[in-house]
């Protein structure tokens, strides 16, 4: 009996925390652009947030799906400081909320600067609150397999590997000047040096928790290519590196092409790591 089963009927979730983290990272780099661009070219950047945006919008509309009843959204919200899910759901709303605005808001006739600069920041924080928020919700001490400092750990990094190449992506669709020097050099070395560490991550936590077991089953027979869904996933993500790097060194900077298929194939990546995270759902008892 493998883990399958379970992985896909929370296939939602799967998609929600392969894109929303990523989303929130690459919102977050983005407007740190913006606040230090001028004129046209910071119209562009601040349009082209709407990249990350609708990328996390996608992962968090998956994920309401696991609500069931819509009703049960109302719920979620009295818990807010009491429930790892609350909390995640009201940090969600308040990031989608300040960057909504942000992107509304720039379109007015009369804009002001400061205001501008306010709301970005703002989002920039609720970016990071999210990230936060969504890396702890899955702390749960009644399930053994995720109750380790590697889960937590482990999501960050994939928004590391994943968020810097989608913000290269949506600044190159932005033609932000500086990303033909050693902008886009920084974020590569980000995500190469996330994708390394995640590897560690992952590799450590495949020791920790494979041999672990309960009345039932074991967490290798749960998840029996754990090891191979690793190298999938450091094949994938190193691939969307180097199509995103080769760009970048022929002197094509403005790649769109490549900066799009280098964010789908570290995304497709993150997304075999989160599934095996399904799969590997083991409670203390016996239930499963």
């Known amino acids: 009996m493998t883990g399958f089963a379970t992985a896909f009927n929370e296939i939602t979730l799967v998609l929600f925390t392969t894109l929303a983290p990523s989303g929130a990272v690459a919102y977050a780099v983005m407007a740190l652009a913006a606040l230090r661009a001028q004129g046209e070219t910071r119209k562009r950047v601040s349009g082209a947030l709407l990249v990350p945006f609708l990328v996390t919008l996608v992962g968090l509309v998956a994920s309401a ?4 009843n819509p009703d049960n959204a109302l719920y979620v919200f009295t818990r807010v400081g009491q429930s790892p899910l609350s909390n995640e759901v009201c940090a969600a709303v308040l990031f989608l909320g300040a960057s909504g605005v942000h992107w509304l808001y720039q379109f007015a006739e009369h804009a002001r600067p400061k205001v501008l600069d306010a709301l970005l920041v703002g989002a920039i924080a609720a970016a990071a609150a999210f990230l936060v928020s969504v890396a702890f919700a899955y702390d749960s001490r009644t ?5 380790t400092p590697f889960v937590p ?35 590569l070395g980000i995500s190469l040096v996330a994708l390394v560490a995640n590897a560690g991550v992952y590799a450590a936590q495949g020791a920790h928790v494979l041999p672990l077991a309960n009345y039932l089953t074991t967490v290798e027979q749960l998840v029996p290519g754990y090891f191979v869904m690793v190298l999938v996933f450091v094949a994938l993500s190193a691939a969307g590196l180097v199509v995103d790097a080769a760009a970048l060194l022929r002197g094509r900077q403005l790649a769109r092409c490549a900066a799009t298929a280098s964010s789908v194939l570290v995304f497709a990546g993150i997304f075999v790591m989160r599934f095996a995270f399904y799969m590997m759902h083991m409670t203390y008892g016996m239930s499963l």
């Open 153 to 187: 750990l482990a999501l960050c990094l994939n928004a590391l590997v994943g968020g810097p190449l989608l913000a290269i992506a949506g600044l190159r669709f932005a033609r932000w000047e500086p990303l033909s020097g050693t902008a886009a050099r920084v974020l």
């Open 143 to 147: 399930v053994v397999t995720w109750d």
């Open 65 to 68: 799906t696991h609500l069931g």
